[in-house]
C-alpha cells in the first residue's frame, strides 16, 4: 500500500504525478466533451423527427 507523507507528495506521485494527474484530465474532459455532443446530436435528431412527423401528419 502507499503511504504519502503529506499532500504534496500524494500530488507528486512520486515524480509522475504530472503524467498521472495529466491523463485524468484529459480523460475527463474527453467524457465530458463526448456527453456533450451526444445531447446535441440526441436533440438535433428529435428536432428533425419531430419536424418530419408534423410534415407527414399534415399530409
Avoid: C, P, Q
Amino acid at each position: 500500500m502507499f503511504y504519502w507523507s503529506n499532500f504534496a507528495d500524494f500530488l507528486n506521485m512520486g515524480g509522475y504525478g504530472l503524467y498521472v494527474w495529466g491523463s485524468y484530465l484529459v480523460t475527463a474532459l474527453v467524457l465530458i466533451i463526448e456527453v456533450l455532443r451526444l445531447r446535441s446530436r440526441n436533440r438535433a435528431l428529435r428536432k428533425t423527427l419531430f419536424s418530419e412527423f408534423h410534415e407527414s401528419s399534415k399530409n
